[in-house]
């Protein structure tokens, strides 16, 4: 963090962390805009859901889309 992203006193830290969040916001962004990363991670993931792999991220993707709260 340098700059104007340093944390000033008075400004929600951890839970609450502003700062972060702004920061993997603008990541995701510019992510999204390139459309080459874009369509590759794609391609990492069919290969992956068609890998090995395929079966345990396919129960995975059935257990999180219920909502329910992780189990420990």
């Given at each position: 963090?340098?700059?104007?992203?340093?944390p000033?006193?008075?400004?929600?830290?951890?839970?609450?962390?502003?700062?972060?969040?702004?920061?993997?916001?603008?990541?995701?962004?510019?992510?999204?805009?390139?459309?080459?990363?874009?369509?590759?991670?794609?391609?990492?993931a069919?290969?992956?859901?068609?890998?090995?792999?395929?079966?345990?991220?396919?129960?995975?993707?059935?257990e999180?889309?219920?909502?329910?709260?992780?189990?420990?």
């Amino acid at each position: 963090m340098a700059g104007s992203d340093t944390p000033k006193a008075g400004q929600v830290q951890g839970e609450g962390d502003y700062v972060s969040a702004k920061a993997y916001d603008k990541a995701q962004a510019d992510f999204a805009k390139d459309e080459a990363k874009v369509q590759q991670k794609a391609k990492e993931a069919e290969a992956a859901l068609d890998g090995p792999e395929g079966a345990e991220l396919e129960k995975a993707r059935q257990e999180t889309a219920k909502g329910e709260p992780r189990k420990r």
